[in-house]
């Protein structure tokens, strides 16, 4: 019978529940129990792809292809494991089920209510989950802030759920944070008591505190935090800031997170498997080398709006002894003051990530071709693929006006355009190309070379891709199609032979990047700005 960690939140969001959730579930799985994570969204969205990255974080894509909030992917990176959309439970999707229930008539002569129709398809999603496969620990984190209208159905189910699995089998989590203010600087307890008041005040008493603070709390603020509470002392535990969100699961243990939470749910280990875990963190806290890497996009003021790549460069990074210094320029910028283009020099490595609508297509555009002409390493992701390719077609095939038919429906030269089975897509919500897909690297190519094998399994979001009927004209001019899938239908990989480093492929691999598995494009760009910064050391000694 799988046991159950509710991972809920207090006094503010954005505290790092999601790593906090991870780094327990890593604990667990690191001490040999089989483990998995839900996050429950209370919005009424049905998933996280129609949501503005810049408001939620990024849009986290599944293997099978479901559109995920970001903590996700954390939790896939932590636990190594492919995970499903039905691991992202929405208040959306709830609501539509029973509605759709009581349409049919599944509840006929019944009134429809929040208790018990509503908790119950949120208990029964939670338990399917625990049911696909053996778990020994299932951890459900509820996204937002108790106290929070929408979030209320989510922690009535869990409260529920706790009376009906019983306390050996269930345990709250509660996640809050203790600011200190200057200038005296003093840790305050205060916020995470009325929390944990609000938490009671709806039936839940929490059997863990998990505090993140700008430093380790005091005893004193871990005892008043105790009393105030009614948490065993052992069960307030620091979470303090650290430079990288790997070193959590370890600062976790120390403080005696996995023994406290082994004795509640009377659950044995004999060790931690700590070895690769650490050997990754330590790789990432002793890199001393750094290479700088421009990263062009349209969503740079929200760092979550990018989180997989930012780790995907991490995981490249930390496995080859340096760390990123990455900048993130805004391309609408780039387009208004061009004379800022020649700033890209300064970098070892440019990348464009993904994304939609017309705002700052030009800038990515012309760092596209910049980094082209100026021979810098260039990584370019979905749409860093698709105006790789309308870069090359303006300024090397001479084909001025080409463009993406997403950008501009009357171009003259559609060198990316929409994939066929889009043309009949009226609705917005999952209906993208998603999720991963078999694809074919040919032999002889450099993308053959990175990925050591014929056939990769990578993931994907988009409705436009190359339009083919170009596709003889970009190769005798230099820019070769290494990867396809579908049958040949559809381009994944672009690359310039005659460049130190030009590649961009039509999928994400940064969805598929972990801690210890760095994706292989990552890890060839990484080296390429290695070498880059190499050389330009080497030239400025010769001068
Ligand atoms: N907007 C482009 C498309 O739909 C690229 C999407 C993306 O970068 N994820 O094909």
């Not at 199609?481 to 040949?488: C, L, M, T, V």
């Amino acid at each position: 019978m799988p046991k159950y960690i509710f991972v809920t939140g207090g006094v503010m969001s954005g505290l790092g529940k999601g790593v906090t959730t991870a780094s327990l579930a890593k604990l667990l799985q690191l001490a040999g129990f089989k483990v998995t994570c839900i996050k429950i969204d209370p919005y009424l969205n049905v998933d996280a792809g129609t949501m503005n990255p810049l408001i939620h974080g990024e849009v986290f894509v599944t293997d099978d292809g479901g559109e995920t909030d970001m903590d996700i992917g954390t939790y896939e990176r932590f636990l190594g494991q492919n995970l499903t959309a039905e691991h992202n439970i929405t208040a959306g999707q709830v609501y539509k089920r029973v509605i759709e229930e009581e349409r049919k008539g599944t509840y006929l002569g019944r009134c429809v209510q929040i208790i018990p129709h509503v908790t119950d398809e949120i208990k029964r999603r939670i338990r399917a989950i625990a049911q696909k496969s053996p778990i020994d620990v299932v951890l459900v984190e509820c996204g937002g802030t108790v106290g929070d209208i929408e979030g209320l159905p989510f922690l009535e189910a869990l409260r529920q759920m706790r009376l009906e699995e019983g306390i050996f089998n269930t345990l709250f989590v509660h996640v809050t944070l203790a600011p200190i203010v200057e200038p005296v600087g003093e840790q305050k307890t205060k916020p995470t008591q009325h929390s944990v008041q609000e938490l009671r005040r709806i039936g839940i008493h929490p059997d863990m505190i998990i505090v993140r603070c700008k430093e380790y709390l005091s005893e004193e603020s871990k005892r008043k935090i105790s009393l105030f509470t009614s948490v065993d002392y052992d069960g307030v535990i620091s979470n303090p800031d650290v430079q990288i969100v790997y070193e959590v699961p370890q600062i976790l243990e120390k403080e005696g997170a996995l023994s406290y939470i082994c004795k509640k749910l009377q659950l044995n280990f004999k060790e931690i498997k700590w070895d690769s875990w650490i050997k990754f963190v330590n790789s990432f806290l002793n890199a001393k080398d750094e290479v700088r890497i421009a990263i062009v996009g349209k969503y740079v003021s929200l760092v979550d709006s990018y989180v997989s790549i930012n780790h995907a460069l991490i995981h490249a990074a930390a496995a080859q002894g340096v760390k990123i210094r990455s900048k993130w320029i805004d391309a609408e910028e780039l387009e208004q003051k061009p004379e800022l283009l020649s700033m890209l020099k300064d970098f070892h490595g440019i990348l464009v990530p993904g994304g939609f609508g017309k705002r700052g297509i030009e800038g990515k555009i012309m760092a596209a071709n910049y980094a082209n002409m100026q021979k810098i390493p260039y990584l370019g992701l979905c749409l860093g693929f698709q105006l790789a390719v309308i870069a090359f077609a303006r300024h090397v095939l001479n084909l001025r006006e080409a463009n993406s038919t997403e950008f501009d429906p009357f171009t003259p030269h559609p060198v990316i355009d929409l994939l066929p089975e889009q043309r009949y897509v009226k609705e917005m919500g999952a209906t993208m190309r998603l999720g991963g897909h078999e694809i074919v690297i040919k032999e002889g190519t450099n993308a053959f070379k990175i990925y050591g094998k014929k056939i990769i399994k990578e993931r994907h979001r988009h409705r436009y891709e190359l339009n083919q009927a170009y596709l003889k004209d970009f190769e005798n001019a230099g820019m070769i199609f290494s990867a396809f899938s579908d049958e040949g239908k559809r381009a994944e990989i672009l690359e310039i032979p005659n460049h130190p480093f030009y590649f961009a492929t039509q999928y994400h691999p940064e969805f598929i990047s972990r801690p210890d598995a760095p994706e292989p494009i990552f890890v060839k760009f990484i080296e390429a700005t290695m070498q880059r910064k190499l050389s330009i050391q080497q030239s400025v000694v010769l001068i």
